[in-house]
Each structure stands twice: as structure tokens, then as C-alpha cells.
């Protein structure tokens, strides 16, 4: 489905990816560790389309993926991922009319109604039909968060991107995120790209791991060589001695 | 004893301390208007408060021997009806530029250096031409307005308008949002109560505007009857009428700030993660 063909990303003299060569089936769920800066957000971004590979190709399904964002790749960042001057009902509805051709998005009568209806049967499912009338500022992060999968999903995306979604959110509250991210993988039958800090949850999560690293270093000049794909592994079965040799592999790394 | 630093005055301490000014400037006043008049029962320059009552009397509540008109109330409502309308000129033209110049980079390019170089412009300086290219009537006072504030408003909603984060603007396409709905559905809702804001800021300046335009072409107005009862030093007319404007920009403001609160209880949260 997706296909990276040697791709580069540097910004001016900047090496951020060099040399990144993958292939990812319809349904997997990949998740990309690796030491902030390495650049696994910058291919995340990639795959948005809000950045372009400097050199090489970027192909789903044999095509160079598109150079803007549009409703096959849905996206859950960190934060800010939900309208704040909506409810939770609005932001679902919201959803629905950005699908409709047209010029104000808006939905009137019978397409209102039914977006509605449907919207509220989502926030049913997603646990949040008790805080439909409230606005995204009076919801804790993890109730946020969980608005915005849900809405993210309602675009129907082909990939599901998620950069960083839980990095902000407690312990406990990533856990309950974790198996409606899981759950909603397994219904929808998405592809999943998820970034995230911790390699824990990399290990858990997901069906596949990679970790970028720098695959040289230059001591003089830290900028010239970029991180590639240094793992890349299936994770069904998470061995613990191979989660403690990444881990040790990604602390000695110097870069920032 | 705490800390200066640290010491907060109770509610009624507050009311107490926020009143204290505005008596002693009362205080002040009243004494200084005695000892004046005192010694010169036809002093113009620190009236009485019975003598400005007596002059609002005269100018709001009987009607002109001249004209038969409450003077008090025509040049309030004229004087409103320039502001309002020049504001909100202002505020349209503003919004619809800061949001294009914002949101669309293309826009952005073209426009916005050369928003910036007509926000330069002194506006005062453009009123001969105004009165020259619009005559003295109604249309160059709120047109003055109108031009006086609307490079101010339109930049700050361009700043407005970039400071939306852009994670909402991605995730509306990703949703199938297209330029339009983005800009209608995300950014002019979010924009609304930013405008608010600088409208607030920049009635200050309009007020300004009309009474600079109303003391060199006018009729009526406020600004028109201040510099106009000034040859006659009429100070029980001018400081009624002085206070009357600082009391109807207060209720602006505070109209203002209501209506935000009221209508955009989201506003001011930080965008809401």
C-alpha cells in the first residue's frame, strides 16, 4: 500500500532522513520511536503531506502520495487536534460537513439531522455522549484525545496517522487509550502509523517498529548524516531483551 | 505582617481602595472650583456642579430657542451614529483582510506589505484630502474613522489569524474540508471574538478620529459643540460633555466585553488543545 523508495529530507545542509527504503501492507500498524530530533515526525509528516521528500519517492498504492493533506490520511496530533470553538456534538457534526461538497461546509435540515444522529451513536461508542454539550477546553486531555480519534475516523481515512496522540496524558489514561486505539484498528481495519516517545508503547501497541537512528555520525558536522530506519521489526510477540538493547542502542545515541 | 508582595485587599478593602482615586480628583476639584469662584463669582474656568447641571439642563432637557432641537441628544446621536458606522466598516474590511491576508499565503504575499506601509500613513493627514475628495458632509468624518482603524484591525486579525494553530487547519482537510469551509467553518468563528477584541482596542482611536473631523467640519456632534462653545470658554458645557464621552466609550467597552462572554464562552481558553 505504501512504498518509501531511498528517501532523503534535508533542510538546506540539514540531513534529517537519508536512504529510507519500506514497504507496509493494508492493515498494519506501525509504530516509529526514536530520540526527538531523529525525524520520525518529519516522515510522519510526509505521509500527511504537509512536508515533500527532498529526493526519492513517497508512493501509496503506486502513486506519489499526495503534496497536501486530504481525507485519506486522517491525523490525531498532540495537541490542538480538535475545534475549540465547538462542542463535542458540533466538532463530530463538523466532521460530517467538511465532507459534503460546497462552499460553507454547513449541514441544513435532513443531512443536519442525520449527522447528528450519527454523531451522537459515535460519541456513544467512544465513551463521550455525556459531554456532547461541552466545549473541548472543559474536557480532560485524555477525553480530548479521544474526541479527536473519533473524529479523525469519521473522514473513513485509508492510513491513520497519530503524532505523539497520548504523549501528554497520564499513565492511567494511557492505558484506556491504548485499547480504543486497538479496538478501533481492529474494527475499522486501518493502517496505523503512530509516533511516539516511548518505546514501551511502541512495543505494545501496534503490529511493527521502527526505530530511527542515525546510521553514521560525523563529530565534526552533526548535521551532515540523517537518521534512517535502523529496526525495523515485528512486534505480535515483544521480546523484552530486544526492547532493553533498543533502548540502550537509543540512549548511547549522542544526537539531540 | 506579609509582604508587600503578598498582601491582597479584601472585597470591601478593594471597593474602598478602586473609589479613593475618584474621590480625591472629586475633592480636589470641588475645592479648588470654591476658591476660585470665591474669589471671582464669574470665573468660566472651574464651574460649580450647579452650574454645570444648570448647563445640562439648558442643552438636554429644553429645547433650542434657535432650532427647537435637544442639542444634547442630536449631537450624541450623531456623533454615535459616525463612530458605530465608521467602526464597523473598520471591523468588515479588516476581518475580510486580515482573514485572506492570513489564511492564504497567496493573499498574504501580495497584500501584506503593502498593508503595512498604508497603516503608516498618519490618518489625520489624509483628512483634507477626504473633505477635498468626499465634501464636508457625513461621509468624510466616517470614512476618517473608517481608514483610521481599519489597517490597525485588519493586521491584527492577519496576526490573529496565524496565531490559529495550523494542526486544526490540517486536520479540517483531512476531514474533506475544502479552502472555503476551512476558512468559514474554522477560522472566521475563532476570528470573531479576536475581533472583538480589536475593536475594543481601537474604538480609543475613533473616538479620536470623529472629534478631530466634527471640530473642523461640522454641524452637530460632540466633538463639533466642545470646540464650538470653547470661544465662549463655556467650561460648564465642555467637561459635562467630556465625561458624557468617557461614560458612553465605558458602555461601549463593556458592551463589548459582555457580548464576548455571552456569546463565545470558548474564547480564551488557550485554543483548547
Known sequence: MIEVRNLWKNYGDKVVLEGINA??????????????????????????????????????????IKAEP?????????????????????????????????????????????ARKKAQVLLEKVGLSASAQL??????????????????????????????????????????????????????????FMVTHDLEEGFYLGTRLWVFDKLRQDPQAPDAYGAGITYDLPVGQPDPKELETIEENLKGSTHD | MKRLLNQQPSTAGRMLLSSLPFLVLLLIYLVASDLRLEANPSDKL?????????????????????????????????????????????????????????????????????LTVISLI????????????????????????????????ARDMQKRTLEIPREQLIKAQTLGGNTSQVLIRVLLPQLTPRLLDAVRLSLG???????????????????????????????????????????????????????NRKLFPWHGHGGGA
Open chain 1, 135 to 192: 466545549y473541548p477546553h472543559q474536557l480532560s486531555g485524555g477525553m480530548r484525545q479521544r474526541l479527536a480519534i473519533a473524529q479523525a475516523l469519521l473522514g473513513k481515512p485509508r492510513i491513520l496517522l497519530l503524532d505523539e496522540p497520548f504523549g501528554a496524558l497520564d499513565p492511567g489514561i494511557r492505558k484506556d487509550m491504548h485499547e480504543l486505539v486497538l479496538d478501533l484498528w481492529r474494527t475499522e481495519k486501518l493502517t496505523v
Open chain 2, 205 to 259: 482611536t475613533g473616538w479620536l478620529f470623529l472629534i478631530a473631523a466634527e471640530a473642523i467640519a461640522s454641524t452637530e456632534g460632540l466633538g463639533y459643540r466642545i470646540f464650538l462653545v470653547r470661544r465662549y470658554m463655556s467650561m460648564d458645557v465642555i467637561l459635562p460633555y467630556v465625561a458624557w464621552i468617557t461614560f458612553l466609550a465605558f458602555l461601549l467597552d463593556w458592551l463589548l466585553v459582555s457580548v
Open chain 1, 23 to 64: 514497504r507496509v501492507e493494508e492493515g498494519e500498524f506501525i509504530t516509529l520511536v526514536g530520540a526527538s530530533g531523529c525525524g520520525k515526525s518529519t516522515f510522519l509528516k510526509m505521509l500527511l503531506g504537509t512536508e515533500t521528500p527532498s529526493r526519492g519517492q513517497l508512493l501509496m498504492d503506486g502513486q506519489a
Open chain 2, 122 to 153: 498618519p490618518p489625520l493627514a489624509l483628512l483634507p484630502v477626504l473633505f477635498i475628495v468626499f465634501g464636508l458632509g457625513e461621509v468624510a468624518k466616517v470614512a476618517l474613522i473608517a481608514i483610521g482603524i481599519t489597517p490597525f484591525i
Open chain 2, 46 to 114: 472651574l464651574p460649580s456642579f450647579t452650574q454645570m447641571g444648570e448647563a445640562i439642563q439648558r442643552m438636554a432637557f429644553e429645547p433650542n430657542r434657535r432650532t427647537g432641537e435637544y442639542l444634547f441628544w442630536v449631537d450624541t446621536f450623531s456623533s454615535l451614529q459616525r463612530l458605530l458606522l465608521g467602526v464597523l466598516i473598520a471591523a468588515s474590511f479588516g476581518l475580510l483582510i486580515g482573514l485572506l491576508t492570513g489564511a492564504l499565503p497567496l493573499v498574504g504575499a501580495s497584500f501584506s506589505p503593502v
Open chain 1, 70 to 114: 486530504d481525507r485519506d490520511r486522517g491525523i490525531v496530533f498532540q495537541q490542538y487536534s480538535v475545534f475549540p470553538h465547538m462542542t463535542v456534538l458540533d466538532n463530530v457534526i463538523a466532521a460530517e460537513g467538511f465532507k459534503q461538497p460546497g462552499f460553507t461546509g454547513l449541514l441544513w435540515g435532513k443531512k443536519r439531522r442525520e
